[in-house]
């Protein structure tokens, strides 16, 4: 088997290496090719070294190369792995601090950060899914590519591609349901509904019985996801609505306190999370240098991707065994959310075999169901706007962003940022 990564040269890179050889009893990987761009050679080449480290201490027969020829990278996978991020953090950081000065959180998947990476990012994604249906034409693509509801959205529209799109948060959230319940994790069947970084969980079960109201009813003072510094009413927002939340919905019930630490940490010593980013991941790769580490530091749960590799490789590993078991992925609604149309991406349970992902049926919160219907509106204007070049269309997603409420904020953020980002968007600019 062949597993090529798309965006090797990413500091998650090694946590992806850790979970394909813990799967070395399910997953014959022969090959795994990490696919990056000149300026990212350096990092990709780091990668690469110690990825065969890690390999050659597991004792398997697993070869790591990398190139910069993504259709060579590419021919035959068997699986792709799409981790890139378009300008790279000088273009978050810039997503980040442009929308601050507008009063509005910039926030690299949910707010207008988000979208200008999807602006950048999906007429790439695009280029890559075309150079697959040529090279590896039954190749599974998982995208782990953020905002990866967008993304995989435009993706399955737009292409032959078998793609799933994948998160890490449901998983860390399971994990902090047990935590609440005192229970393993392992015995605790959770149940999603809703969009990407816009879930809930509406249901945990166990030994039969559903549990949701005795977890959110228990106070969890860690956030979910180290890169989102928890807000301590969203537990009580949770009791509320029944439910617990993705971590990444306190930008909208907590906004307020949300955009003031946001500007806090634009102007202060940690400076906004790209500039913090910027020096984990400068501390991360001296540590991948080095010849002796020959396993993932610990010092790479700081980044956010922690489980990422669990999340990845457990959905490789059911689609080639097919296992039919449940997880938590990205795919077309088909009814599921019959408020939604059935071509649009959710995120919600699935059962997962050598065919893919097929949604399992669940029921919505009405507490929750607003929110998502305007987010999965403005999700839908930004894939048109980022294929179209049209700037009425990205006008108006950003009027659909629940965190913008002024029509000339919105046109201020996407000016400054289409500016910003021109070198990135040529279609706005034709």
């Known amino acids: 088997m062949k597993i090529a990564v798309i965006g090797g040269g990413s500091s998650y890179t090694p946590e992806l290496m850790e979970g394909i050889i813990n799967h070395k009893d399910s997953l014959p990987v022969t090959e795994v090719v990490l696919i990056d761009i000149p300026e990212g050679e350096e990092k990709v080449s780091i990668n690469t070294a110690f990825a065969k480290r890690m390999v050659e201490k597991a004792g398997l027969p697993i070869s790591v190369r990398y190139t910069l020829d993504r259709r060579e990278g590419l021919k035959d996978a068997s699986f792709v792995i799409a981790q890139i991020r378009v300008g790279g953090l000088d273009a978050r950081e810039k997503d980040e601090r442009i929308p601050l000065k507008y009063d509005v959180i910039g926030q690299e998947t949910t707010g207008p950060g988000g979208f200008f990476k999807a602006l950048r990012t999906i007429p790439v994604m695009l280029s890559i899914c075309h150079d697959m249906e040529e090279v590896c034409k039954d190749a599974w693509l998982i995208n782990f590519t953020n905002p990866s509801g967008i993304i995989t959205e435009a993706i399955l529209k737009n292409t032959k591609v078998k793609c799933i799109g994948l998160c890490n948060v449901s998983i860390n959230m399971r994990y902090d349901?047990?935590?609440?319940?005192?229970v393993s994790p392992d015995e605790l069947d959770c149940r999603f509904i809703g969009l990407n970084h816009l879930s809930v969980m509406n249901h945990a079960y166990y030994q039969g019985k559903d549990r949701i109201l005795d977890a959110v009813s228990v106070e969890n003072t860690e956030s979910v996801v180290k890169n989102i510094q928890k807000d301590a009413e969203m537990d009580a927002v949770a009791k509320e609505l029944g439910c617990l939340l993705s971590p990444y919905m306190q930008y909208f019930y907590t906004e307020k306190e949300a955009l003031q630490h946001e500007k806090m940490e634009a102007i202060g010593l940690t400076g906004t999370r790209a500039a913090q980013v910027k020096e984990v991941e400068k501390n991360l790769f001296e540590c991948y240098k080095d010849i002796n580490l020959r396993e993932k530091p610990a010092a790479l749960a700081k980044r956010g991707g922690a489980r990422y590799s669990m999340a990845a490789i457990c959905l490789i590993d059911s689609i080639y065994n097919d296992t039919n078991d449940v997880q938590v992925v990205d795919v077309f609604n088909n009814g599921i959310i019959p408020q939604l149309p059935d071509d649009v991406v959710i995120e919600v349970n699935c059962r997962i075999g050598r065919n893919g992902a097929a949604p399992l049926a669940s029921d919505v919160p009405a507490s929750v169901l607003g929110l998502i219907g305007q987010v999965k509106a403005y999700e839908e204007y930004t894939i048109e706007a980022a294929i179209t070049?049209?700037?009425?269309?990205?006008?108006?997603?950003?009027?659909?962003?629940?965190?913008?409420?002024?029509?000339?904020?919105?046109?201020?953020?996407?000016?400054?940022?289409?500016?910003?980002?021109?070198?990135?968007l040529p279609a706005f600019f034709q």
């Not at 349901?177 to 005192?182: D, F, G, K, N």
């Not at 629940?402 to 021109?422: C, Q, S, T, Y």
């Open 177 to 182: 349901a047990a935590e609440r319940l005192s």
């Open 389 to 424: 070049g049209d700037r009425n269309k990205a006008l108006i997603a950003l009027l659909n962003n629940p965190l913008i409420h002024d029509v000339r904020d919105a046109k201020g953020i996407l000016n400054e940022l289409l500016e910003a980002h021109r070198a990135y």
